[in-house]
């Protein structure tokens, strides 16, 4: 099971529901019972975490994310009255709300959650020594780092001006439209915009570059990603090589949350698809992924010399 979001941490008191007369009542045993009981308590973003107890042998549940179904449910847990808990993944001690997940999804209080970093500051390896690149069409100022004898930049672009380059316009966005995560995480571009975005100097990362990083990396994800910026059930970052990638998020949003779970960097790969280095958080993996559709990703440049 993986987990999602949990957006309100309060959310950790048990709450006494139904609770009934007969001291048979086992939820696991009826399902029934405990799914009608259950079913009217919204499971959904804004109540993830969130542990209710059911009936008479005070069984508990608890609201989580399940990645396969993409949709919220209850989890029984299945502590006994002597206290003790004892843990199931079977489906009968699951259960779905009526309440829509799906509706809930893109509002999970996104504004508020910004997975510990409140500057951008917040991402980087404080043992790490980092270079500094000024974009000179904005003037705005991105630490780098040193790997394997190419700079790097070490945090996401966050390029607006479509005057000066006019491929972007339309095709770029903040995560959820919230102008406070390109600040924090860098600004999401489609294909054709990062291709050409990168001040004079630097380029996007070619496949062979992306494969190094990757080999540098040691294939692993938390080599790669800072220890801020990412959400529960993501394996947080060592942050190694001093890369501080955060898990920007997709654009436009899906039916499941990926602030703070996923992010892209744009590759050039030679060719016109869409290939990008994939940061899965709940997965802890990174790899080299290709998609035909329309995608957003951040974007990573690397100096010419």
Known sequence: MRFGLIVFAGFVSAVLVGCGD???FNP?????????????????GSNEGLRVIVGSNKDIYVC?????????????????????????????????????????????NYETND????????????NIRYGKMIDPRDGKSYRTVDINGKTWMAENLN?????????????NHCFDDVERYCELMGRLYTWSAAMGICPDGWHIPTS????????????????????????EGSDYGQNTLGMSFVGAGNYPAVDYPTLGYYAKMWINSGTSSNVYLLFRGPENEVLIYSFGGTVYGSV??????
């Open 159 to 171: 390029f607006t001006d479509s005057t000066i380059y006019p491929a972007m316009q339309k095709q």
């Open 22 to 24: 007969t001291d048979d």
């Open 208 to 231: 062979d570059e992306a494969e190094e990083l990757m080999e540098a990396a040691e294939g692993s994800l938390r080599n790669l990603q800072s220890a801020r910026g990412w959400g």
């Open 300 to 305: 990573r440049c690397i100096a010419d010399y």
């Open 28 to 44: 696991v045993g009826k399902k029934r019972d405990a799914a009608s009981e259950l079913q009217d308590i919204p499971c959904d």
């Open 115 to 126: 997975f510990g970093i409140s500057a951008k500051d917040d991402i980087f390896n404080t």
């Open 64 to 108: 989580e994310y399940d990645w396969d179904e993409s949709e919220y449910v209850w989890v029984g847990e299945g502590v006994e009255s002597s206290g003790s808990t004892k843990s199931s993944s079977s489906s009968s001690n699951r259960y779905s709300s009526n309440y829509s997940s799906s509706s809930s999804i893109k509002h999970e």
